[in-house]
DNA sequence: CGTAATGTTGAGCGCATTCAAGCCGGGTGG
DNA sequence: CCACCCGGCTTGAATGCGCTCAACATTACG
């Protein structure tokens, strides 16, 4: 948790991180009905979250990487209402809820952490909810490829290369599309000479035209 | 906000209710970019919020009466990253977050109100989403039906009949789709007697054949 | 090395969109 | 009181984007 903390808050803090916990690729961290208790910040690894209808069919709502939290969807109900699957094996910090609200009421600065985070996800989500509203297939692919190098950056990863830990299926329910569509529209980017992409492995080569693809819209 | 408190909780929570707010129909409690300061909760009235694309578009992120809060977007960047619009004319109270902070420190149920109050709001935001990324046009609208009515049910209101307080295109816009997609699927649940339309007013006939059109989905 | 999972590509279709015309209802002013 | 106007709503016809179905290619993995 990268926050500014004085040593003794910081110190309070390391107290509230319970026990580690390792998760192994397609496993899940936690499921839909089960019992709340704890929210993880990812240490190593990768993460969807995703919510199941009736049905059977089911929606990815985020992809989840190294210093981001997940879990915050079981708090209303005390059971969580979405599965958390580990797309490659992944560690965490179990961080226990009560022991989180007993902390940030002691420790301004956690309480504030803990209200950022979850407003965070709130304006996330409101950012996914436009993309899925409002955006056409290649707007949509380029918006989560920005969105994912973006966040690779910050962590001292490549601005231009990465590799997909989902599959295109995962890419698709994410996207509000099929497998087929997230494929083509891959295919589209690289005879544009957007991007290269082999399997998983994508270099991005004219990042301006992916963000014009976003900017443009159907203005264009 | 109805939770259960002793007396003496409740005396503090009456401390953070600041001022009362009243908005005309069609102007904004806060916009996009303005500073974030409070919460708000309705008293009155209806609303409807929603984010904007660089490019003019914007995406109705929800419809929220009275019971509701708003301004949870805010906290993170201290600043409003949508738009609040009356829908007719309301009134809020408004909940300085400095104290709402300061307060949930010392009245512990009130801290786990307002941790259940986002944590609400993200799965809310989930149930979107897997509107918006998997459903047809009739599941929508018919998703969207339910949901409005079960919320006016829960405040007194019928369970059948409902007014509309938004025009069709800003239901579209909340459901992924164009205001003449938003008509056609009222008119086809009016042809299969489902619903009676007439403008704004609607009477839900057969509450179960939404159901069905909600749960059966692509696997009819 | 063989099998299953994942990804690519093609052809045809269908649902929602686009474009366009007309309707309804509420409000305003003559 | 009626004529008019304008925003909101409905409906039709044609288009197109993404989906479905299907075949094949590639990769991962036991």
């Known amino acids: 948790m990268p926050v500014d903390l004085s040593r003794e808050e910081l110190e309070r803090i390391d107290e509230l991180v319970g026990a580690r916990r390792k998760i192994k ?19 190593t690894g990768f993460f969807k979250t995703c919510v199941a209808a009736e ?17 915050l969807d079981g708090i209303v109900h005390d059971h969580h209402t979405c599965d958390a699957v580990a797309l490659e094996d992944a560690e965490v910090c179990v ?11 002691e420790v301004t600065s956690l309480q504030r952490h803990v209200h950022k985070i979850m407003s965070r996800e709130i304006v ?14 290649e707007e949509r692919l380029a918006t989560f490829l920005l969105n994912l190098v973006q966040r690779l950056h910050a962590r001292g990863f490549s601005q231009s290369e990465l590799i997909l830990r989902m599959t295109r299926e995962e890419i ?10 997230v494929s083509r529209t891959f295919s589209r980017f690289v005879e544009d ?28």
């Open 124 to 137: 996330r989500e409101h950012g996914v909810m436009l993309l899925l509203g409002s955006m056409r297939a």
């Open 95 to 105: 961080m226990p809820f009560d022991r989180i609200e007993e902390l940030s009421r």
């Open 172 to 181: 698709g329910s994410f996207l509000g599309l099929k497998l087929e569509t």
């Open 55 to 71: 049905d059977g069919r089911d929606q990815v709502t985020g992809f989840q990487m190294a210093g981001e939290v997940v879990g």
């Open 193 to 220: 000479g957007i991007v290269e992409v082999k399997q998983r492995h994508v270099r991005i080569l004219n990042t301006d035209a992916l963000r014009e693809i976003v900017n443009l819209k159907s203005a264009g």
């Open 25 to 43: 690729r397609g496993t899940t961290l936690f499921r839909n009905g089960e019992k709340f208790t704890s929210l993880y910040a990812i240490r």
